[in-house]
Nanobody, 115 residues
């Protein structure tokens, strides 16, 4: 089992920045992917960004150039730096951990972009 703890959500004005962090603990093997999904009210959950076990990132088109995903300084963590935030970025953001064909999810953290 893998447990995920997210942090860093909140309220920010348009054009502002937020940093989300996710820490994984439990039975973790060497190769795994970590990423972030989001779900806005009335919409389906969508992939925001993923960083694969080889370090290569992948982003949804709408956040390219504004969001940056990286492995954290602490082992088994991932960070999502979100810049130039827009009201359309408002959603609950979920950390995702993929390992050996299994997916694990965090409880989600709310990001609200509003003036």
């Amino acid at each position: 089992q893998v447990q995920l703890v997210e942090s860093g959500g909140g309220l920010v004005q348009p054009g502002g920045s937020l940093r989300l962090s996710c820490a994984a603990s439990g039975s973790i093997f060497r190769n795994y992917d970590m990423g972030w999904y989001r779900q806005a009210p009335g919409k389906q959950r969508e992939l925001v960004a993923t960083i694969y076990s080889d370090g290569i990132p992948n982003y949804v088109e709408s956040v390219k150039g504004r969001f940056f995903i990286s492995r954290g300084d602490v082992k088994n963590t991932v960070v999502l730096q979100m810049n130039s935030l827009k009201p359309d970025d408002t959603a609950v953001y979920y950390c995702n951990f993929g390992m050996r064909g299994m997916d694990y999810w965090g409880k989600g953290t709310l990001v609200t972009v509003s003036s």
